[in-house]
């Protein structure tokens, strides 16, 4: 019997020289650890119209702009299939459904909790510059 995978988007936001992180709720699978934000897309989402809705109701900034995908993650022991997607935005985040946020370096990046999925892809890319 074959699982059906949940897309699941991330959002890298670059601001200068520093990428947004969140810190996911306690309560919360991989609760504690450090995520790029982002959330599931709901039926009939195109990518673009997941992270825009996800990352108002999570951080209330708008979407101005989300390019190709940078990498994709099976997230371990669940459906999920992370997609890591550059994007843009206008305003500045703000802590709604996160434990806290953090603007770190790319370089700085290896000292966080990172969830599973996030950690292999800061990897695979070094770190992310």
């Not at 039926?43 to 390019?67: C, N």
């Not at 995908?69 to 459904?97: H, K, N, Q, R």
């Not at 370089?107 to 909790?113: F, I, N």
Request: hydrophobic share 45%.
């Amino acid at each position: 019997m074959s699982t059906i995978s949940q897309r699941v988007v991330a959002a890298v936001v670059r601001r200068s020289d520093r990428l947004l992180v969140c810190q996911r709720p306690a309560h919360k699978r991989h609760g504690g650890l450090w995520e790029f934000p982002g959330g599931k897309c709901e039926r009939g989402e195109s990518d673009h119209q997941a992270i825009t809705r996800e990352l108002a109701e999570e951080l209330d900034v708008q979407v101005t702009a989300v390019g190709d995908a940078l990498f994709s993650a099976s997230d371990p022991d669940s459906p999920f299939v992370v997609v890591f997607l550059p994007v843009e935005i206008l305003g500045e985040p703000v802590c709604i459904e996160h434990a806290a946020i953090a603007w770190v370096s790319p370089q700085d990046l290896a000292t966080y909790a990172l969830a599973p999925s996030d950690a292999r892809f800061v990897k695979s890319f070094g770190h992310v510059e």
